[in-house]
């Protein structure tokens, strides 16, 4: 059985940082690109970052580029995304996912292309 599971969210004000963790089980790890994305109230889904393991490979959105950086442990399938100055446009569940594909991460960051999901936590940044 397919599982993801994040965990770190919190509140947090302005400035501070949040690492949030996705532990992956049931499937290859390294043959997966695993990817955080984020949903604020009547906002659409959008993804934040991706990283492929087997080869470090990432994607980040324009909005937290230089901020957020993933990485991933591939002895204990699990991703990390450290959020640094984090601000209160950041305020919102943060999920994880998976999809196992060879292209590049820039081409499949996006919510709708993601085969497994993880639940999600919840990111309230103040201000």
């Known amino acids: 059985e397919v599982q993801l599971q994040a965990s770190g969210g919190g509140l947090v004000q302005a400035g501070g940082s949040l690492r949030l963790s996705c532990a992956a089980s049931g499937f290859t790890f390294g043959d997966y690109a695993i990817g955080w994305f984020r949903q604020a109230p009547g906002k659409e889904r959008e993804g934040v970052s991706c990283?492929?393991?087997?080869?470090?490979?990432?994607y980040y959105a324009d909005s937290v580029k230089g901020r957020f950086a993933t990485s991933s442990d591939i002895a204990k399938n699990t991703v990390y995304l450290q959020m640094n100055n984090l601000k209160p446009e950041d305020t919102a569940v943060y999920y994880c996912?998976?999809?196992?594909?060879?292209?590049?991460?820039?081409?499949?960051?996006?919510?709708?292309?993601?085969?497994?999901w993880g639940n999600g936590t919840q990111v309230t940044v103040s201000s």
């Open positions: 996912a998976a999809i196992r594909s060879e292209y590049d991460t820039h081409l499949i960051c996006h919510y709708y292309l993601m085969r497994y």
């Open positions: 990283i492929k393991s087997r080869d470090g490979s990432t």
